[in-house]
C-alpha cells in the first residue's frame, strides 16, 4: 500500500503520459478533441481513473468514448514505459462532469443576479410604512396618564380576586 503522496504524485504523470501519448501515438481522428483533465490512482497503485472532456456534441463524445476504449492498450503501454512502478495500473477512462456542472452553476448565478436586479429596482422606488422616525418625540421621561387604557390601569378586579382567594 503506498502512501497518498506518491499516489497523487503517479496519477499527475499518469495524466501528462496519457494526454502526450494521445496525441503522438493514437492516430485516430476522434480523439483530437478531447481534453484529459484529471487522473486519480487507487492507494495500492492497481488502477488508474482518467477523466476528459470532448468538445463538441453527443456523437463527439460518444466517438471518443469509443476511441478511448479502443486505444486502451496502447495508452496503457505508454504508461508503463513512462512511469516507475513495478506494475502498470490498469486504466479506466471517464468523461469528466465538471464543465456541464459548472455551465448550469453559471446559468443559476446569472439567474440570482436578475433576481437581484429586480429586487433593487423595487426598493429603490419604495418608501417606508409609518413615518420615517417612529420614535421622533417620544420621551421615555415624559410618561402622560392618556398613554395608558382604563384596563391596564383599572387595578379594583384584581383586589376583588385577591380577596375572594383569602375568604
Request: charged share 35%; aromatic share 4%; net charge negative.
Amino acid at each position: 500500500m503506498a502512501d497518498p503522496a506518491r499516489a497523487a504524485k503517479l496519477a499527475q504523470r499518469i495524466k501528462v503520459v496519457v494526454a502526450e501519448a494521445l496525441g503522438r501515438r493514437v492516430k485516430d481522428p476522434r480523439v483530437e478533441s478531447i481534453t484529459v483533465t484529471d487522473a486519480r490512482v487507487t492507494n495500492d497503485l492497481q488502477h488508474a481513473t482518467i477523466y476528459y472532456t470532448v468538445f463538441g456534441d453527443e456523437v463527439a463524445h460518444a466517438d471518443a468514448a469509443r476511441a478511448l476504449e479502443k486505444a486502451k492498450g496502447v495508452l496503457r503501454q505508454e504508461v508503463g514505459r513512462n512511469i516507475t512502478v513495478r506494475l502498470t495500473p490498469t486504466l479506466e477512462f471517464v468523461a469528466d462532469q465538471i464543465p456541464v456542472n459548472a455551465s448550469n452553476l453559471e446559468e443559476l448565478l446569472r439567474e440570482a443576479k436578475r433576481r437581484d436586479a429586480e429586487v433593487a429596482a423595487l426598493a429603490a422606488g419604495a418608501k417606508h410604512a409609518g413615518e420615517v422616525d417612529p420614535y421622533k418625540g417620544d420621551d421615555p421621561d415624559d410618561i402622560d396618564e392618556d398613554d395608558f387604557d382604563e384596563e391596564d390601569t383599572d387595578l379594583s378586579d384584581d383586589n376583588e380576586l385577591d380577596e375572594d382567594a383569602n375568604r
